[in-house]
């Protein structure tokens, strides 16, 4: 993985080993080391753990970083509201939140415990704090600061680089501070419409207004049809595709008391009591 310049993570190893598997390379070599080889691991000590690690690190999994905070007396309640371990009765999961938004950072300092709810509310949650970015040409790759935000002309440069091979869809996300998937979603988008700008949305109002009568027909004819078979049924010729998305289907059935297959048995029947 570090030849392949990934950062060494959980979600890294599933997408290699979901690529090996996808195309049926074999791995019956990877055998590691086997330095620890039929011995139990050593648990680490919390002043171990709770350090600054270097870029090219591993993050910690949440629950060390809890077990280590309790060892050093860090109460286990949320730091913000209070709340404990149990919420309504129910066992509750604290999170470990990173103040700074680095999660390589572990110094006491920087962690603390916050409830789902408090947690969301922060302003590193989910990566609210990386924004996307492109990195100056010979900025040291270390240096998170060396960023400039991308043009949209930049990001296309990048993109045709990708097509064209000259660059591979992890050193352009790493350039611009996303995904590969990203990355990918805009390539396909650029050359479908020509630009990276995504096409606004659609109001959905006026299609459930339109297609309401037709949905809530065919849930009723066909009681067992789900939501994507009803839009895929509503396909208007000649461009062959659904006017409507399965999710506008399940606002509509879901308005109409209809969203499952139980729902529609249950107005079927009644409406044949009362005839």
Avoid at 67 to 84: D, K, M, N, S, T
Avoid at 192 to 212: E, K, L, N
Avoid at 219 to 245: H, V, Y
Wanted: glycine share 8%; aromatic share 2%; net charge positive.
């Amino acid at each position: 993985m570090r030849l392949l310049g990934v950062r060494i993570s959980g979600g890294s190893h599933a997408h290699i080993s979901r690529q090996l598997k996808r195309f049926g390379v074999d791995t019956s070599h990877f055998t590691g080391q086997a330095h620890n080889r039929g011995r139990p691991g050593r648990r680490r000590s919390s002043s171990q753990v709770l350090v600054k690690l270097p870029p090219e690190a591993r993050r910690v999994p949440g629950a060390r970083l809890q077990r280590a905070l309790a060892f050093i007396g860090i109460p286990e309640a949320c730091e913000r509201c209070g709340v404990g371990p149990l919420w309504l009765g129910r066992p509750l999961v604290l999170h470990v939140d990173h103040v700074n938004g680095d999660f390589l950072d572990n110094r006491p300092p920087n962690l603390r415990l916050l409830c789902p709810n408090c947690h969301s509310q922060t302003s590193t949650f989910a990566g609210r704090n990386r924004g996307v970015a492109l990195r100056p040409a010979g900025a040291d790759p270390a240096d998170q600061r060396s960023t400039l935000p991308a043009s949209p002309e930049e990001t296309v440069a990048l993109l045709r680089r990708v097509d064209a091979g000259e660059l591979t869809a992890v050193a352009a996300a790493r350039r611009l501070g996303c995904t590969r998937d990203h990355i990918r979603t805009l390539s396909r988008r650029l050359k479908a419409t020509g630009t990276i700008a995504a096409a606004p949305r659609r109001h959905d109002r006026p299609v459930r207004r339109r297609y309401r009568d037709a949905v809530l027909r065919l849930a009723l004819a066909q009681p067992d049809l789900g939501a994507r078979r009803i839009a895929e049924m509503l396909t208007e010729p000649p461009d062959g595709e659904p006017p409507i998305s399965h999710r506008t289907v399940q606002l509509i059935l879901r308005e109409a008391g209809l969203a499952t297959i139980a729902d529609r048995r249950s107005r079927l029947s009644g409406s044949a009591g009362v005839a």
